[in-house]
């Protein structure tokens, strides 16, 4: 099996920025990409940002200029770093992944339990 982990969520006030971390450990052979989602009450999960094997980044419209995804393929771990933070970012964000598992050498989707941001006016 493969388990996600996120870490570094919590409370900070507008304008304030936090470091997401997920940490992925188990039966990996390989990533296809990595992303971050989230979501708020009441509404649908969304796609914040990804990351391709290759490096490439995209970013959804609205967090644009003020979040950065990275990776560090050495430790199987992966970062959203959120700067300029808004309420409206309030939400539980949750890393996923698709792993190429050792073992079967089939491809499957990941996530996280999920870690509450809660941005204060």
């Known amino acids: 099996q493969v388990q996600l982990v996120e870490s570094g969520g919590g409370l900070v006030q507008a304008g304030g920025s936090l470091r997401l971390s997920c940490a992925a450990s188990g039966d990996i052979f390989s990533f296809n990409s990595m992303g971050w989602y989230r979501q708020a009450p009441g509404k649908q999960r969304e796609s914040v940002a990804a990351?391709?094997?290759?490096?490439?980044?995209n970013y959804a419209d609205s967090v644009k200029g003020r979040f950065t995804t990275s990776r560090d393929n050495a430790k199987n771990m992966w970062y959203l770093q959120m700067n300029s933070l808004k309420p409206e970012d309030s939400a539980v964000y949750y890393c996923?992944?698709?792993?190429?598992?050792?073992?079967?050498?089939?491809?499957?989707?990941?996530w996280g339990q999920g870690t509450q941001v809660t941005v204060s006016a």
């Open positions: 990351i391709t094997s290759g490096g490439s980044t």
């Open positions: 996923n992944a698709d792993v190429r598992r050792r073992t079967t050498f089939r491809t499957y989707t990941y």
